[in-house]
């Protein structure tokens, strides 16, 4: 026969200070997850984000500058400033 057998105790409850230790634990951690939110949707944050975004936009992964892409967001400057000499022209 084998000792498989189950155990007729039931689980202790946890005590009132296990409790309190849980929940002020899960307290702080939410404290620190709440401070890393508000810190990653800062304006400051978010613009420096933003300026890493296009700034690889326009480099390679070794960070050497990639012509095609500058030359193409040249065309597009260009080709606004073209529209807009154009249309005051007509006015």
């Keep these: 026969m084998s000792d498989d057998q189950p155990d007729s105790t039931p689980p202790s409850a946890p005590s009132i200070d296990e409790l309190q ?3 002020s634990a899960a307290r702080d951690d939410l404290v620190a997850s709440l401070a890393e939110l508000k810190s990653q949707t800062a304006p400051k944050a978010l613009v420096q984000r933003g300026g890493r975004s296009i700034t690889g ?3 390679d992964e070794y960070g050497g500058i990639r012509p095609e892409r500058v030359a193409i967001a040249g ?3 260009l080709g606004i400033i073209a529209l807009r000499l154009v249309a005051r022209r007509r006015r």
């Design 21 to 23: 230790a849980e929940v």
């Design 57 to 59: 936009w326009f480099t």
């Design 75 to 77: 065309a597009v400057v």
